[in-house]
């Protein structure tokens, strides 16, 4: 039972990524599903979550109109979507799956059962 991630590299200012993340050994279908990024010295932060309930979605104001996350529950795969990538959102960005979290803790990474091993984005000239 495990989430991987894919599709992490190198891309220029204003250029665009699409981050996948596979499950293996179960399906996401009623699974809350996050993106999340570190960058060394500081704390694991939020990027983008979905609740399993309604589909309803939140993002941190640092990417807010400029990334997606969408989900294929047939393929258990979710996905993040970046686009007019900045140097700033250069980091380590990990998948996130929950079955159980609260609505009120979709952002807290602690909620959150299984983790991918992490991709690196890097955003520069």
């Known amino acids: 039972v495990q989430l991987q991630a894919f599709g992490g590299g190198l891309v220029q200012p204003g250029g665009s990524l699409r981050l996948s993340c596979a499950a293996f050994g179960f399906s996401l279908l009623g699974y809350a599903i996050a993106w999340f990024r570190q960058v060394p010295g500081k704390e694991r932060e939020k990027v983008s979550c979905?609740?399993?309930?309604?589909?309803?979605?939140s993002y941190s104001e640092s990417v807010k109109g400029r990334f997606t996350i969408s989900r294929d529950n047939t393929k258990s795969t979710l996905y993040l979507q970046m686009n007019s990538l900045q140097p700033e959102d250069t980091a380590v960005y990990y998948c996130?799956?929950?079955?159980?979290?609260?609505?009120?803790?979709?952002?807290?990474?602690?909620?959150?059962?299984?983790w991918g091993q992490g991709t690196q984005v890097t955003v520069s000239s």
């Open positions: 979905m609740s399993s309930h309604d589909g309803s979605t």
């Open positions: 996130a799956a929950s079955l159980s979290v609260i609505h009120s803790n979709l952002g807290v990474p602690s909620s959150y059962d299984y």
